[in-house]
């Protein structure tokens, strides 16, 4: 059995010891956090607890947490004989001194109330020794049917990756659903067409998926849109993103 103590009360760490709960291989025996309403909702799963002097022994020590707050909360862990991991993409392995540590990375989006299927989540390990890698595997492999060994240096470029696929394209998004508030059409109309993008990148490259005005290099076509668009941010990313697909196919017009 592998024993966890939590360290964070977010989402991440919520979807975590959801997981985990389910996993006849893991217990998450505690969970740390600085806000008691937020732990409120971990009781059902485990011990609870505002003081890092109480934390208990456990196999990993999951520090689920800010990315600034990393470091810092992993400096008070240094007595502790588990395996010491962190779980974010940008952050390389070796900002823990500890000499077990190690990084646990579900690449996913986690919002509060939202169920997320760990099974198919998406999981990158990294350990500085090779039986901690091993021990990172069979963690992953309880809640996860797609486990990756990814190190610190391809690991944050991924997480640039993730960046682009996931938080700007949820911002055009909301760039879109604010232009239609504004004209009175219902954000509920692009929606299958939103589904559709998204399905047709598992059978097509996102290159050969492209389409639209700027793959097509119809400037009467964007020289209109820029012409309805008030905001000048909004004005700003439309010609960025148009000038970018446009060199990406200029070969190809």
Known sequence: MISIVLLGS???????????SKSAKVKVVQVYGRNK???????????????L???KPATIYILAVNDDAIKPLSMALMEKQGLVVHTAGGIHMDVLQH???????????FTADKEVDFSAVPISIEAHKKEDKMLL?????????EVYDVPSSKRMKLHVAAVFVNNFVNH???IGEGICQQEKIPFEILQ???????????????????????????ADTMKQHLSYLENSTHKQIYQLLSESIIKNYEEKL
């Open 10 to 20: 977010g989402n991440l760490a919520h979807h975590l010891c959801q997981a985990f």
């Open 37 to 51: 309403r937020a732990l409120k909702k971990f009781e059902k799963f485990a011990d609870t607890t505002l003081d």
């Open 53 to 55: 002097t109480l934390l």
């Open 99 to 109: 000499e077990h540590r190690g990084v646990f990375y579900p690449l996913q989006t």
């Open 137 to 145: 595997q069979d963690l992953a492999s309880s809640i996860s049917s």
């Open 172 to 174: 055009l998004y909301a």
């Open 192 to 218: 299958p067409l939103i589904r559709e993008t998204a399905d047709k990148i598992r059978s097509l490259s996102p290159e050969k998926a492209q389409t639209g005005p700027a793959r097509r290099n119809d």
